[in-house]
């Protein structure tokens, strides 16, 4: 499955090498950062930008701001205050479906699939933005709106591939074990061929197999297609072992970041997370 290339870089910072990959410039720019709902404070002054091709996770405590992060970036929610740079320009009042235009694909936390359908018609989904033909056309299913749904096909078949779901592509998605639908999610966002890809829990409710084959599936995605990925994610081990930078949330205020050693021995997160026995 071929990936589009990531954009040029937006900033005239030297790469870096993290992790034995070669982690290019910031390609999305978060500065402080502040949401909230009435009088509740979900997200305080937080500053961290994700470079390209890095896996940069986020995490802490339920009820820190993490799903509210990741909601900001793809334009769910509107921050009161702070500025938001993608690929070095600021984006105002950002839209889903704008964001889901310029790159950016999601999972959800919840499992959002359309349970009737199939592994395969559920994948296909991901493609809808990409599609150029108009509903009647697809309706019809002749002339150039057939073209283009067999191609779309194929590239839906590429994602069925690499994620070793071949034997369920005509399953529907409600029949399937959790695990698996956790995978057909990943699907459903890797068929945009997004830039950067926000993963919100995709390992949560796992057994330790699932586990494994999801961390796997992730660094291929990141490693073979160059996708900056951004993590959320409960799983410590996991997210020690497979990110490149962590930025770490309590009570809506950012109180660490750095690589996973720095943030290991970073006694605020330490106190409020990880816990002595880390």
């Not at 949401?35 to 930008?49: C, E, P, Q, R, Y």
């Not at 890095?54 to 799903?67: D, L, T, V, W």
């Amino acid at each position: 499955m071929m990936m589009n290339d990531m954009p040029q870089a937006v900033q005239a910072q030297e790469p870096t090498q993290v992790s034995g990959r070669r982690i290019g410039d910031v390609v999305l720019d978060l500065q402080n950062i502040s949401l909230s709902f009435g009088g509740v404070k979900a997200l305080t002054n937080i500053s961290f930008d994700v470079r390209e091709h890095e896996i940069r996770s986020i995490i802490g405590p339920n009820g820190a701001g993490k799903s509210s992060m990741l909601n900001v970036i793809n334009g769910v929610y509107h921050p009161q205050e702070g500025r938001i740079l993608f690929r070095g320009e600021e984006r105002r009042r950002m839209e889903p479906h704008m964001a889901a235009a310029q790159g950016i694909a999601r999972t959800f936390q919840n499992i959002a699939l359309f349970k009737g359908m199939s592994v395969l018609d559920n994948i296909m989904t991901g493609r809808n933005l990409k599609m150029k033909c108009g509903l009647l056309a697809h309706a019809l299913y002749w002339g150039r709106a057939q073209k283009e749904e067999i191609a779309h096909r194929v590239k839906v078949e590429e994602v069925i591939d690499f994620l070793e779901i071949q034997d369920i592509r005509k399953t529907p998605v409600g029949a399937l074990p959790y695990g698996l639908q956790k995978r057909v999610e990943l699907g459903r966002a890797l068929a945009a061929e997004p830039n950067l890809l926000l993963l919100d829990e995709p390992m949560a409710g796992m057994n330790v197999e699932e586990k494994q084959d999801m961390c796997r599936f992730i660094l291929d995605v990141n490693d073979q297609f160059g996708t900056t990925i951004v993590l959320i994610e409960h799983d410590m081990g996991v997210v020690m072992d497979i990110s490149d930078r962590v930025v770490v949330l309590d009570y809506g205020k950012k109180i660490g970041d750095g690589v996973p050693d720095e943030v290991r021995a970073n006694e605020d997160v330490i106190r409020a997370y990880l816990g002595t026995s880390h």
